[in-house]
């Protein structure tokens, strides 16, 4: 992939090392990069509703992605896990995932690095409107994620992203916050595993920094620290947010090395086991 709005500037770096942030507008290849993923979503669809007699339209991935899932979904929420586990599996979703030019940007924004893909750590997410039990609230990359405190988060969308699909919500330049412990508590919304964590004193801190919900869309690049404080937006529109997601993370970072590189829930770590100073007694405020 060779592409001028994928290049890491120094301007670039310091304003991510500033706002531990950045949206990089056509940095992938729609045509190229996320043309394929979205059509091989559209096959998965297809033989899913197929099998389970859903007579959806799939004739294209709009179609497919907007109006076919949904209908799945409103027969048996449970084929939607079934359509969750299997796009990951894409193999043009993979190239996107290993592609040199994410090896590239990490190492632009971390220099004398060494990248690793957090294994568990990418996919497709599908957020549905008005499902709270699966939307992330406020936290850290870190804690759900572990591998090294020096990671990145690769966030780029696979439809338009508007106002009311709830956009990824950003706390600009909270990484300066560092490590911020965190409690579990589901809120009594039957969240599990890294959905039910909720950061220390999360409405306090989250006081201190403007909150920035790019709009991005297909080929834009959404990257994040470890430390950034963010969260999924309310999708109150008619259609599921579908975005990709995954993280690479640096070998070199002392506290990763001290782990071993362990990953958390995905990996079915209890990251309390392995680092309890992340652990606080905590009042849910959310």
């Not at 572990?146 to 009311?164: E, M």
């Not at 595993?193 to 080929?219: I, N, Q, S, T």
């Amino acid at each position: 992939m060779t592409n001028a709005n994928a290049k890491i500037t120094d301007g670039l770096r310091a304003e991510f090392d500033t706002k531990g942030y950045l949206v990089m507008r056509g940095f992938y290849d729609p045509a190229a990069d996320i043309a394929p993923i979205q059509e091989g979503i559209r096959q998965i669809l297809e033989v899913i509703c197929r099998k389970y007699g859903v007579d959806a339209p799939t004739e294209t991935t709009h179609e497919a992605m907007t109006i076919a899932y949904p209908k799945l979904i409103a027969k048996n929420r449970s084929w939607g896990g079934e359509v969750y586990d299997a796009v990951k599996q894409i193999p043009a979703f993979m190239r996107l995932v290993t592609n040199a030019i994410n090896d590239e940007t990490f190492k632009a924004l971390r220099p004398d690095s060494i990248p690793g893909i957090a294994a568990g750590g990418y996919g497709i997410r599908i957020d549905n409107p008005g499902e709270e039990k699966f939307r992330a609230q406020w936290h850290q990359e870190f804690p759900g994620q572990l591998r090294s405190l020096d990671g990145v988060v690769f966030w780029t969308p696979l439809l338009p992203v508007t106002h009311d699909m709830g956009p990824v919500q950003i706390a600009e330049g909270s990484h300066a916050e560092g490590l911020i412990p965190v409690y579990r508590d589901s809120a009594g919304l039957g969240k599990t595993g890294a959905y039910a964590l909720f950061m220390d004193r999360v409405d306090e801190r989250l006081a201190k920094y403007d909150v920035v919900a790019p709009l991005p869309k297909p080929g834009d690049l959404i990257l994040m620290d470890f430390l950034t404080m963010h969260q999924g937006g309310h999708n109150v529109s008619k259609m599921p947010r579908w975005s990709i997601q995954f993280r690479y993370f640096n070998f070199a970072e002392p506290l990763g090395v001290r782990i071993g590189w362990c990953g958390s829930f995905a990996a079915g770590v209890d990251f309390s086991k392995i680092l309890p100073e992340l652990v606080t007694d905590g009042e849910n405020t959310i």
